[in-house]
């Protein structure tokens, strides 16, 4: 197994992007499992404590680990990523050897104030969410793929190209 970990600011698109990826690979050979790391965070009362931390540690590496026991080929882990530091933490709860690459996702700041602004789910523009976007523009990383005035299947392929994705797999 091989883990993809594709960050971006809040809003650029990653959970679209995951979805038109597995899409794009449905006909392939690999077998391709998609974990988002902010599900694993809902949970109420909302709070960010020792308690929930050790919770969302476990469940991704428990995701992980039966992902490489059910013989998946790619991992892909969407999470905003705004820090080495979460890339990491996330690699670190894989199985041991297992290779990952990173991507981020990146968008101008007028293309993520649009996308981010026109989804009803979202909280308005806050400072926390500004300093996130402007994290996860900074980070370094394997590959960045822009965003700006490509469709999500568009950057859904870019994504593949560069991870490997649509490489054939085990038949």
Do not use: C
Not at 87 to 114: D, F, K, M
């Amino acid at each position: 197994m091989r883990a993809v970990m594709l960050g971006g600011a809040p809003g650029v698109g990653k959970t679209t992007v995951a979805r038109r990826l597995l899409d794009l690979v449905q006909a392939g050979q690999q077998l391709v499992q998609w974990v988002d790391v902010d599900s694993l965070w809902q949970h109420q009362p909302w709070r960010v404590d020792e308690r929930m931390t050790t919770m969302v540690r476990a469940n991704l590496r428990a995701v992980a680990e039966h992902a490489a026991t059910a013989e998946v080929d790619i991992l892909v882990i969407t999470w905003v990523f705004q820090s080495t530091e979460m890339h990491r933490l996330v690699a670190g709860l894989l199985p041991s050897g297992t290779p990952a690459i990173s991507v981020q996702l990146h968008a101008s700041r007028e293309t993520w104030h649009q996308r981010f602004g026109s989804d009803p789910e979202r909280p308005g523009l806050t400072d926390f969410y500004r300093s996130r976007y402007t994290q996860a523009q900074t980070i370094v990383v394997d590959h960045v793929v822009d965003t700006d005035s490509l469709t999500p299947f568009e950057v859904a392929r870019r994504v593949a190209e560069v991870t490997g994705v649509l490489q054939p797999g085990p038949s």
